[in-house]
């Protein structure tokens, strides 16, 4: 097994008609076009979409706008500024004020914090938490059984409505803090503004995913053999 990218064969696992896939490229020479590219390049098989995305962000639109406010943020401040701190600078650069914030009930306090950090920057934060509305989960047909406490009134998260509300209200960038996986899916199909996402749910590594790749080679080894889990967990919904 390859222990580096570097090891990896430059063909595509599984032969011609396998999946093309950046993730089996050892030498990523798209990036400085110093080595050699693979047969299964996306580089070389997306020739027209390069062309016609450096046209757009050549361009008066919105992306190439956002695209170069991020290269700016990482110029300018590469390295020194925590992600906080570039979110709050893409906003100012970008000339956003209202900056909406979609937040897990559980990251309540550290919202608190950011929009504080954005009004220190005259920005104007609306925060929407993911109860919004406060549907139980009963009334959606989850069994009373498979709440977490059972018997209790337990909201259901509301991922299109906190899009929606953000939308009425008219926010220009929309931060995700802590969504569950899949409502953040669907807060980021249903929102009109462009989002970005400052913290990322991690029950189990404090919302630090990238740990279980770090340790995939001991304690988190089980992430690499996901048919080992047990079967009733995999089941399709
Ligand atoms: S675009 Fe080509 S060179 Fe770049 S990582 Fe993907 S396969 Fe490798």
Not at 88 to 109: N, Q
Not at 147 to 167: D, I, S
């Amino acid at each position: 097994m390859p222990t580096s990218l570097k090891e990896k064969d430059p063909s595509p696992p599984g032969g011609e008609k396998a999946t093309a896939s950046c993730s089996n490229c050892g030498d990523r020479s798209c990036y400085r076009n110093d080595k050699k590219y693979p047969s299964f390049c996306l580089t070389l098989t997306n020739k027209k979409g390069a062309d016609e995305t450096k046209a757009l962000y050549n361009s008066d639109s919105f992306e190439g706008k956002l695209l170069k406010a991020a290269a700016e943020v990482e110029a300018e401040f590469y390295g020194r500024m925590t992600r906080v701190e570039e979110t709050v600078t893409l906003a100012k650069k970008m000339g956003f004020t209202k900056v909406g914030i979609a937040s897990c009930f559980a990251l309540m306090d550290e919202t608190a914090i950011l929009a504080e950090c954005l009004r220190s920057a005259d920005l104007d934060p609306k925060a929407v938490i993911c109860k919004i509305g406060s549907i139980d989960k009963c009334d959606l047909g989850v069994p009373d059984g498979m709440k977490l406490m059972p018997g209790h009134k337990e909201a259901t998260c509301n991922p299109v409505l906190q899009a929606r509300a953000l939308n009425e209200w008219g926010s220009e960038l929309n931060v995700v803090m802590g969504l569950c996986v899949g409502h953040d899916c669907l807060f980021n199909k249903n929102s009109e503004a462009p989002v970005t996402t400052l913290v990322v749910k991690d029950r189990v590594l404090g919302h630090n995913p990238v740990q279980a790749f770090y340790l995939s080679k001991s304690f988190y080894a089980r992430i690499l053999n996901y048919k080992r889990y047990p079967k009733s967990r995999l089941a399709k919904k």
